[in-house]
């Protein structure tokens, strides 16, 4: 099945406690993408990439890495995080650039206190 | 730079009734994406549609429409006959071609009552 997959789904942290979130597609899909989502501001991009070691600044990309060392896979590394990155993370791939269909992962609500 | 204004925040209908979702967008690119998604409760991001900037033709999906004008930058959605299904939240969204990024509006909360 043609999927995106992230994990955790769910993560409660600490300020300051170094934390990854994996997303992985089965897609072959040279595009990815992280997005937070927050109410009443909507999905807003943090990173993309547009394939293997290409990746590339979004909206708010502030407090968070990432890798693309692999094409499938696509880690958000939050190195030290704080309170305000307490938020909903989707994951996304697509065929070729930015301006396709993307295919969303289930979600990661993250919580830090 | 770009940017997707969904002025509705919420809206509340009752099934059967015809609904329409306003997106307004913003770019200095001539060649450019627009695409709705569906949120339903369950959370998961569904698909719906993707129009390029130099197809203003107005696209029929069942009860779905889609009105894309140029002239009034806008990619507006309709839904005919609601159903309490098609209670979710719904995303407009831009992407432009010399960029990559893609750009959300806000949402619109769309509540079907029966």
């Known amino acids: 099945e043609a999927q995106v997959t992230q994990n955790p789904r769910y993560l409660i942290t600490v300020t300051g406690k170094k934390l990854t979130v994996t997303c992985s597609q089965n897609m072959n899909h040279e595009y990815m993408s992280w997005y937070r989502q927050d109410p009443g501001l909507g999905l807003r991009q943090i990173y993309y990439?547009?394939?293997?070691?290409?990746?590339d600044k979004g909206d708010v990309p502030e407090g968070y890495k990432v890798s693309r060392k692999e094409k499938r896979n696509f880690p958000l590394i939050l190195e030290s995080p704080s309170p305000n990155q307490t938020s909903l993370y989707f994951c996304?791939?697509?065929f070729g650039t930015g301006v396709r269909e993307q295919y969303f992962g289930p979600g990661t609500r993250l919580t830090v206190t | 730079a770009q940017k997707v204004t969904q002025a509705q925040t919420e809206i509340s209908v009752v099934e059967k009734e015809d609904v329409t979702l306003d997106c307004v967008y913003e770019t200095r690119d001539t060649t450019y994406y627009l695409f709705w998604y569906k949120q339903p409760p369950s959370g998961e991001l569904v698909f719906l549609i993707r129009r390029n900037s130099f197809d203003e033709q107005n696209e029929i999906s069942g009860r779905y429409s889609w009105n894309f004008q140029k002239s009034t930058s806008s990619f507006n959605f309709t839904i005919t006959a609601s159903q309490v299904v098609d209670s979710a939240v719904y995303f407009c969204?831009?992407?432009?071609?010399?960029?990559?990024?893609?750009?959300f509006g806000a949402g619109t909360r769309l509540t079907v009552k029966p």
């Open positions: 990439s547009m394939n293997v070691e290409v990746t």
């Open positions: 969204a831009l992407s432009e071609a010399g960029n990559n990024d893609m750009r």
């Open positions: 996304a791939s697509s």
